[in-house]
């Protein structure tokens, strides 16, 4: 396996600190309008059902720009109200980061000038901006020197393109005129090789004004790639090479609108085709976009739709608490979704929603999602688990679609993890045929055996536990989390019961009662050596035979998922003290107890005590269901999923200790250092998980058909979910169990 020499063996996310270099004090954030309440809550929900709240930051903020996104990649909105960045259209780039000395990060473009001066700078008003987020477009608006400036940026589906409607305002009494300058940039690039970290860019552009088409083209010079930029009503002038210059006069109270387009090709004159198109069929085009937006909702939740290969149950309910659940996973699943033709597997995944890594699908963040997953576009999780399976993901943390190519070192979760989505996957379909299916050098079901029992190479010093390696393979940021974790090994209780479960259908009795015996025997172990009797928290088996004691929520949520029927009321009980002692708060959880003697290493919230990784509270709610009282859990869930009024949940949140409640819910972290944490991930799909398999109770299993048992008491009693799939049949579940969709 060939590595690009610039990042040859960063993890997922360390290579941000190489990349950012400042980072802004952070301030209270202004208090933002509350959440829209959800008078209807429709089964089918809407782009406007959607949405996230209004919510106002100043430039000096440390805050998550929202992106958008379309079937073939995603922009950022800048800190600004008109600026983008990181437009990541793989194999094509633009506005990533440069390939130069001292790169300044992602580019931005469409940045805007008042009077020759950038507008951020005008305090006050300038530098503050009101983002609203739809799940196909970003409103952003600013009002500053007696003006309103307000944008709307999507992306054309199917099209390598942004676009943007900027609308100016005079707020005031008097005519007036004023001077627009749009500051252009790109750095575009074709990269066909793997992508790992950020957008890529070339700093040394040619550009040339086509001033009878308005537009600017910026040219790589060492890739087939060009980016045609422009604003209609066309620029008076160029200034400095790439500043679009609009004179402009606005009565009082009057509104002007100025369209932005950038399309990205490999041919010059396909682009400037493409931009003539959309510049001309702007306003159908932005129609076009909703339509489109609104069809892939209905998809997600129709039988035999034409753009999923699966789809979601719909829930009926009149509690708004539980449809928010609902749909803020489903919000992180829809935006990590890829139908792009350079897509080497097909229709796909990917676990980030950013800048960061644009093309990457990991197995450990999949797996955390992986029932709705099966569920929504089964084919795609199927195809990712047999990419996998031939990769080598023993080397490597992530596959890259572009490429369909292992990158990055070895994340210790990756052989549970597959298990994990080859297990949904079955469970969901019972495309059991596909168990023989040859995959490489193995047949599906000999490399799921094999996944399920690897960890005994990695006992390498006979403890009977497999040693899970160090800091970058594990979590990356608690330094003591290390070698032989609970949390780890627990995943291979389940995978070896389940493997085991399948051999005993297919008659090899034998072989299933000896994984039995071995799951059995290693879960023992794990409670023998790895649990701290008294405390509710697990440590960690060092190489020399020593531990060290770790406070953190993933061994918790981890063995109450994997060997639940292993532990003694005793370890429940006081499981279940740790987690409401140290790591809970009223709107999302710490990863790590701040009383654990690690908290200094590393702040990053998704592994530390400033707060959690997106599946975390999720995971978690599905053990606390498990050893507690539904309605203290089901309190505590309400407020999770508020953090979906901020968009897609976000790779990390903070407790509202560290960071204040925004729109009422948990702040999402931010990409900047020292926090470096993306826009969304994946694995919040796992509120969705959360709500099918845990409070409606709907156990979907591989043999014997759906078990119910419920926990819609605290929440709606008289809720459904309706066309749940299992095994090619239709079921419609309730409080009363489960029956045959009519």
């Known amino acids: 396996m060939k590595h690009e020499s610039a990042a040859p063996n960063w993890s997922r996310r360390s290579f941000l600190k190489a990349s950012l270099a400042a980072t802004a004090l952070p301030s209270l954030p202004v208090p933002a309008m509350e959440p829209k309440a959800h008078k209807n809550l429709p089964p089918i929900p809407t782009v406007d059902d959607l949405a996230g709240a209004r919510i106002t930051h100043k430039l000096r903020d440390l805050y998550s720009s929202p992106t958008t996104q379309n079937e073939y990649g995603y922009v950022q909105a800048a800190k600004s109200v008109s600026g983008i960045t990181a437009i990541s259209l793989p194999p094509f780039a633009c506005c990533g980061v440069p390939d130069t000395p001292w790169s300044p990060g992602p580019l931005l473009t469409c940045e805007l000038f008042l009077n020759g001066r950038i507008l951020i700078s005008y305090s006050p008003g300038g530098d503050e901006v009101t983002y609203h987020w739809y799940p196909h477009r970003i409103v952003r608006e600013t009002q500053t020197d007696g003006l309103r400036f307000t944008t709307e940026?999507?992306?054309?589906s199917k099209r390598r393109a942004v676009a943007q409607s900027i609308r100016v305002k005079n707020v005031t009494s008097a005519s007036r005129g004023i001077t627009l300058g749009f500051d252009m940039r790109a750095a575009v690039t074709k990269k066909t090789t793997q992508w790992m970290v950020n957008s890529p860019g070339e700093p040394d552009n040619l550009i040339h004004w086509e001033g009878s088409r308005g537009c600017l083209i910026f040219e790589a010079q060492h890739s087939q790639a060009v980016s045609v930029q422009g604003i209609s009503p066309k620029a008076t002038r160029v200034d400095s090479g790439r500043m679009l210059v609009v004179e402009m006069r606005l009565g009082p109270g009057e509104t002007k609108e100025l369209r932005y387009v950038n399309v990205v090709d490999s041919d010059r004159q396909a682009a400037l085709a493409e931009y003539e198109s959309l510049q001309a069929g702007f306003v159908r085009m932005m129609q076009e976009n909703e339509q489109a937006f609104n069809g892939l909702l209905k998809s997600a939740f129709t039988p035999g739709n034409s753009d999923f290969s699966g789809y979601l149950?719909?829930?009926?309910?009149?509690?708004?608490?539980?449809?928010?659940?609902?749909?803020?996973?489903f919000r992180n699943l829809l935006f990590a979704r890829r139908a792009s033709p350079d897509s080497k597997y097909g229709t796909t995944y990917v676990t980030l929603g950013g800048r960061v890594l644009p093309t990457l699908s990991f197995p450990w963040d999949t797996s955390l999602t992986s029932l709705s997953l099966a569920m929504?576009?089964?084919?795609a999780l199927r195809r990712l688990v047999e990419n996998w399976f031939v990769q080598d993901m023993h080397q490597h943390l992530a596959t890259d679609y572009v490429t369909g190519e292992g990158v990055g070192p070895w994340y210790a979760v990756n052989d549970m993890a597959m298990v994990r989505c080859a297990q949904n996957y079955l469970r969901v379909t019972g495309?059991?045929?596909?168990?023989?299916k040859r995959i490489g050098d193995k047949t599906a079901i000999d490399h799921l055996l094999y996944h399920a029992t690897y960890w005994k190479q990695l006992d390498k010093e006979g403890h009977g536990l497999g040693d899970y390696g160090k800091l970058e393979n594990l979590l990356e940021v608690v330094s003591t989390y290390l070698h032989e974790t609970a949390g780890m090994n627990a995943g291979n209780v389940s995978s070896m019961r389940f493997v085991a479960d399948l051999l005993e259908?297919?008659?090899?009795?034998?072989?299933a009662s000896q994984l039995r015996a071995e799951a059995k025997e290693l879960a023992q172990r794990i409670n023998?050596?790895?649990y701290v009797q008294g405390k509710g928290w697990w440590k960690c088996g060092q190489p020399d035979g020593s531990f060290l004691d770790v406070r953190h929520c993933y061994d918790f949520l981890s063995v109450l998922d994997n060997m639940f029927e292993d532990l003694s009321d005793q370890q429940k009980q006081e499981m279940?003290?740790?987690f409401w002692d140290e790591l809970h708060s009223d709107y999302w959880m710490r990863a790590l107890s701040p009383h654990d003697v690690d908290a200094t290493w590393n702040i990053r919230p998704d592994h530390s005590w400033l707060g959690s990784y997106s599946a975390w509270p999720p995971a978690t709610g599905k053990g606390l269901y498990k050893i507690d009282p539904s309605a203290r859990v089901s309190a505590w869930v309400k407020n999770l999923a508020k953090a979906g009024n901020q968009g897609p949940i976000g790779q990390a949140h903070f407790v509202e200790t560290a960071f204040p409640l925004e729109a009422g819910a948990a702040y999402k972290c931010p990409t900047d250092a020292p926090y470096l944490n993306d826009w969304c991930c994946i694995a919040g799909g796992g509120f969705t998980d959360l709500v099918i398999d845990t409070i409606f109770g709907a156990d979907l299993t591989l043999f014997d058909g759906v078990k119910v048992q419920s926990r819609l008491a605290d929440f709606d009693p008289r809720a459904r979910l309706v066309n749940l799939r299992h095994q090619g049949k239709n079921y419609v579940i309730s409080g009363q169990g489960a029956s045959s969709a009519s």
């Open 313 to 329: 149950p719909r829930l009926e309910t009149d509690d708004e608490s539980l449809w928010q659940v609902y749909h803020a996973g």
């Open 576 to 578: 279940s003290r740790f």
């Open 153 to 156: 940026t999507f992306m054309p």
């Open 431 to 436: 495309d059991f045929a596909w168990l023989d």
């Open 376 to 379: 929504l576009d089964p084919e």
């Open 505 to 511: 259908r297919r008659g090899d009795s034998s072989r």
């Open 528 to 530: 023998q050596k790895l």
